[in-house]
């Protein structure tokens, strides 16, 4: 059998597609909703920080260490076949979302954190001037600078909690690579899960590229 028959079997691919298609919609449902969930909870997360005080600060600080030491497979296998020691289980779609959210938020929180830090102090100063409260300090002058300050490292971020979504694998949700690896089983052949690191490519190298261009134009705007 020649290395295309092995790996780059087409009939093989054509048959797998419809399973690879339907892993393919579940994994991109899992990485935008931990995306989103991660974002909003390290916005919390960073105004605890920076502004909570005692004994909020430090509980913010020690969250943001844990979960950015924890690796997110450890972190799923604990929430999925833990937590029903207790009474609590979770399906594999929010078993999974919950361990990526929690660690992105974590990661956001520190990557915001950077942003506001990196706001001039006169735009503070001058939206105390105008009055403006604490929170509309935050909401109408600071995070709109911040946000822009840091959207590619936060693109970055999402890349990762995308890729990671194949994790979980592990907890038997039928996603993308858990598809790829029952049509391989089912066809004695790898080409279903070259077809799968081919879809995971074409997803997610539009971003990478897209990063790399911010990258360079928020360099050319800052020389």
């Given at each position: 059998?020649?290395?295309?028959?092995?790996?780059?079997?087409?009939?093989?691919?054509?048959?797998?597609?419809?399973?690879?298609?339907?892993?393919?919609?579940?994994?991109?449902?899992?990485?935008l909703t931990a995306i989103v969930i991660g974002f909003v909870g390290g916005?919390?997360?960073?105004?605890?920080?920076?502004?909570?005080?005692?004994?909020?600060?430090?509980?913010?600080?020690?969250?943001?260490?844990?979960?950015?030491?924890?690796?997110?497979?450890?972190?799923?296998?604990?929430?999925?076949?833990?937590?029903?020691?207790?009474?609590?289980?979770?399906?594999?779609?929010?078993?999974?979302?919950?361990?990526?959210?929690?660690?992105?938020?974590?990661?956001?929180?520190?990557?915001?954190?950077?942003?506001?830090?990196?706001v001039p102090q006169g735009q503070f100063e001058a939206a105390r001037a105008?009055?403006?409260?604490?929170?509309?300090?935050?909401?109408?002058?600071?995070?709109?600078?911040?946000?822009?300050?840091?959207?590619?490292?936060?693109?970055?971020?999402?890349?990762?909690?995308?890729?990671?979504?194949?994790?979980?694998?592990?907890?038997?949700?039928?996603?993308?690579?858990?598809?790829?690896?029952?049509?391989?089983?089912?066809?004695?052949?790898?080409?279903?899960?070259?077809?799968?690191?081919?879809?995971?490519?074409?997803?997610?190298?539009?971003?990478?590229?897209?990063?790399?261009?911010?990258?360079?134009?928020?360099?050319?705007?800052?020389?």
């Amino acid at each position: 059998m020649s290395i295309f028959d092995t790996f780059l079997n087409w009939s093989v691919f054509v048959e797998a597609l419809p399973m690879l298609l339907k892993g393919l919609w579940i994994t991109v449902g899992l990485g935008l909703t931990a995306i989103v969930i991660g974002f909003v909870g390290g916005l919390i997360l960073v105004m605890v920080r920076l502004y909570g005080g005692m004994p909020l600060s430090p509980l913010g600080i020690a969250y943001i260490d844990v979960f950015r030491s924890i690796p997110v497979l450890v972190l799923l296998i604990v929430i999925y076949y833990a937590l029903p020691f207790v009474g609590l289980r979770l399906s594999p779609f929010w078993a999974a979302t919950t361990a990526l959210s929690l660690v992105s938020a974590a990661y956001s929180a520190e990557i915001l954190r950077a942003g506001i830090e990196g706001v001039p102090q006169g735009q503070f100063e001058a939206a105390r001037a105008l009055g403006l409260g604490p929170i509309r300090q935050m909401i109408d002058i600071v995070l709109p600078q911040a946000i822009k300050l840091v959207i590619p490292p936060l693109t970055s971020n999402s890349i990762n909690v995308m890729k990671d979504t194949a994790l979980a694998s592990v907890v038997a949700m039928p996603d993308l690579l858990k598809q790829a690896t029952q049509a391989q089983a089912l066809a004695a052949n790898p080409t279903p899960l070259i077809g799968a690191a081919v879809i995971y490519v074409i997803l997610l190298l539009p971003f990478v590229r897209s990063v790399g261009l911010l990258e360079s134009r928020l360099n050319r705007r800052g020389r």
